[in-house]
T-cell receptor, first 115, second 114 residues
């Protein structure tokens, strides 16, 4: 069964600190992996999208890594800001059952950045 | 370019009623996907439409249906509403099929069923 598991479920950090969120998946065959940021009550916003051949991808203070061999990804946030408080969702595309790849969503990590 | 728009933004209905939600994708995008998001379940995939054809479907009952028009705009319909249908309904558009192309999400429609 295709699954995406994220850890931790929630995290509280002080402003200015770094943090790393984890994503493990069992989706096969693999097409790509995405990280989204979702503010409460709003639609998710794409941070990165990585294919099999990409190990690292950055978007400002956000850096995602991918290890396709161990089926793990991480999202590192540098010098956190209050505006980083949000849910971060890992999404894996793949597990083809036909002509269209399916997206499997993790349940997200809720990050709270405090003063 | 304008982003993905969804209407209405908020909706209150009673059990047994039906509801239609609308999604206008980013100009030029041909794929529209619909998702249901509840606090306990996270994002659940409903269906994806590409060039007016349903390409993928999630595990939802037949009360949930959708369609896509020739201008790529999409509607989602839920009939015989249940209390458990209360959720944030999100649509996302992409230039090609969602599985291989970046998706852009709309702000969502918050549906409350009383």
């Amino acid at each position: 069964k295709n699954q995406v598991e994220q850890s931790p479920q929630s995290l509280i950090i002080l402003e200015g600190k770094n943090c790393t969120l984890q994503c493990n998946y069992t989706v096969s065959p693999f097409s790509n992996l995405r990280w989204y940021k979702q503010d409460t009550g709003r639609g998710p916003v794409s941070l990165t999208i990585m294919t099999f051949s990409e190990n690292t991808k950055s978007n400002g203070r956000y850096t995602a890594t991918l290890d396709a061999d161990t089926k793990q990804s991480s999202l590192h946030i540098t010098a956190s800001q209050l505006s980083d408080s949000a849910s971060y969702i890992c999404v894996v595309s793949g597990g083809n059952t036909g002509t269209a790849s399916k997206l499997t969503f993790g349940t997200g990590t809720r990050l709270q950045v405090t003063l | 370019k304008a982003g993905v728009t969804q209407t209405p933004r908020y909706l209150i209905k009673t059990r047994g009623q039906q509801v239609t939600l609308s999604c206008s994708p980013i100009s030029g995008h041909r794929s529209v996907s619909w998702y249901q998001q509840t606090p306990g379940q996270g994002l659940q995939f409903l269906f994806e439409y590409f060039s007016e054809t349903q390409r993928n479907k999630g595990n939802f009952p037949g009360r949930f249906s959708g369609r896509q028009f020739s201008n790529s705009r999409s509607e989602m319909n839920v009939s015989t509403l249940e209390l458990g249908d209360s959720a944030l309904y999100l649509c996302a558009s992409s230039s090609g099929l969602a599985g291989v192309n970046e998706q852009f999400f709309g702000p969502g429609t918050r549906l409350t069923v009383l």
